[in-house]
Every structure is written in structure tokens, then in C-alpha cells.
């Protein structure tokens, strides 16, 4: 099979994230980069259909070259190559843009399915599947955590969480399929896997390689325009109850509840 994995980079969930001066993006100098979380269980989910049905995984991210990165990352887990999609124009893009863009690049390719996040950590829309799959005229399969490939490979069977249960859908393929929590436990990268990657190779392709008019892309040309970023409200120090024994400390515990916080 022929699979593709779309990946974005991201700032690390872990970084200390600073709304810049502008009032509507972060300041990113200082950020750590990484594949988006999301991603990666597609990755991951694509390099085992292929251990089991033979084929070939190509990675593609869109951003300034320090994608390249994460897409290098993606070839150490064990994908064959990587397509970056690069261009100054395509700066701020919103997410129908950013799936208008990767499906250019894809449409050419040979696929059988194609990997992304069910959403990126970063503005967290989860549009860039539907998008694509609506570029490209094949079905959408969103939010997935199981993924059956018929051994013909020309059918797919997925199930989705839904409402405390679980949808069980079949699709014929090519269909896009996003990836949610659950689907897999990504693979860290062997230190083998980082030497061949090395040697793995990269296309790099601008909006006009792939036949694209940069006037629809950038900050000037969102439909989902970002107006204001605004921090999350600090949280109020805890409370510690005193009291000489446990049951003081109950009772005191229970008309803080009451009294206080009004949840008894």
C-alpha cells in the first residue's frame, strides 16, 4: 500500500507559551518545535499497515523549513520520504488553505490512504482532514482509534468513539483518515532509524510548483481570521483545612463546600 502522512509542526505541550505584543500569535523565539502530537499515532498507525502489507509511507508537512525536522523525525520512526511544502506566501495560512495546499501535492502521488491528526495542539480547528478529503473527492473517516485494512487493500474498517460507545464504519479507499488518542502507541525513533534518515530524501515544492495562486494563501487571506489571544484566568491558591483530628477536619471540609465553593 501506498500511504501518506500529513504532519504539522508544533510548539512542545510543554513549552511556556507567550502571546506575542500583536495580541493575536505567540512570540516564538525560544520555542521548541515538534510533530504534532496527533500526528504522530498517524505515522505510527501508517508504518504498521505497511510492516504488514508491504508498501511505502511518504510523509508531507507545509511550513518554513524547520518542518524539515519533524519530517526527518518521521523517516527515522521508518517512512520512506518526505515532501515539504515551503513558501513565504503560505505564512499564517488558516487550515481550508493549509488543505488545499497538501492536497496539490498529494493529488499526483500514488495513495491508497492517507494519515492526519484528528486536530494540531496549536489552534486546535481539526479542519485540515475534511478539507483535504473534500480537495481530493474521497471519504472522511475523522477521529479514529482502530484502523482494519482489508487484506485486498481496497477497504478499510474503522472504529470511532461516540457518546460512551463505538461507531463501527467501513469506507472504500482511498479515504483520509484522522487520528485520535488511542489509535496506537507511536514508536521512538532507533538510533539506526536516525542515521537513515539522514539519507532519506526530502522534496521541497512552493505554492507555484504546485500550480497554486499565493494570493489565497497567508494571513491576508484567512476565512478564519484570529482576533484576539487572551491567557487562561490564574487559578486562586488552594485552601488547606485545619482541624485537631479527622473528623474536625471533615466537618470543616464540609462547610468550606458548603459555605464557600456552594457544590453542597
Known amino acids: ?145 482502530k484502523v482494519e485494512v482489508a487484506g485486498d487493500g481496497k477497504s478499510i474498517k474503522v472504529n470511532r468513539p461516540v457518546e460512551g460507545q463505538t461507531l463501527v464504519i467501513e469506507s472504500s479507499l482511498p479515504a483520509v483518515v484522522t487520528a485520535q488518542k488511542g489509535l496506537n502507541e507511536p514508536r521512538y525513533a532507533s538510533l539506526p532509524g536516525i542515521m537513515k534518515a539522514k539519507k532519506k530524501p526530502i522534496e521541497e515544492k512552493n505554492l507555484a510548483a504546485l500550480g497554486l495562486n499565493a494570493g489565497e494563501f497567508g494571513e491576508g487571506a484567512r476565512k478564519l481570521k484570529v482576533l484576539q489571544l487572551t491567557p487562561p484566568p490564574q487559578r486562586k491558591a488552594g485552601k488547606i483545612i485545619q482541624g485537631d483530628s479527622p473528623e474536625a477536619k471533615a466537618a470543616e471540609l464540609a462547610k468550606v463546600l458548603h459555605e464557600e465553593a456552594k457544590v453542597i
Not at 496549536?122 to 477521529?143: F, K, R
Open 1 to 145: 500500500m501506498n500511504i501518506i502522512v500529513c504532519i504539522k509542526q508544533v510548539p512542545d505541550t510543554e513549552a511556556q507559551i507567550k502571546i506575542a505584543p500583536d495580541g493575536k500569535s505567540i512570540v516564538k523565539d525560544g520555542v521548541k518545535w515538534i510533530m504534532n502530537p496527533y500526528d504522530e499515532f498517524g505515522v505510527e498507525e501508517a508504518l504498521r499497515i505497511k510492516e504488514k502489507l508491504g508498501g511505502e509511507v511518504t510523509v508531507v508537512g507545509l511550513g518554513p523549513k524547520t518542518v524539515t525536522e519533524s519530517l526527518r523525525t518521521a523517516l527515522a520512526m521508518g517512512a520512506d520520504k518526505g515532501i515539504l511544502i515551503s513558501d513565504p506566501a503560505a505564512e499564517g495560512s488558516d487550515p481550508i488553505a493549509i488543505g488545499k495546499a497538501l492536497a496539490a501535492a498529494i493529488k499526483n502521488l500514488k495513495y491508497d490512504l492517507i494519515f492526519t491528526g484528528q486536530r494540531g495542539v496549536d489552534e486546535d480547528m481539526g479542519l485540515v482532514g475534511a478539507t483535504l478529503a473534500e480537495q481530493l473527492g474521497i471519504p472522511h473517516l475523522s477521529i479514529i482509534v
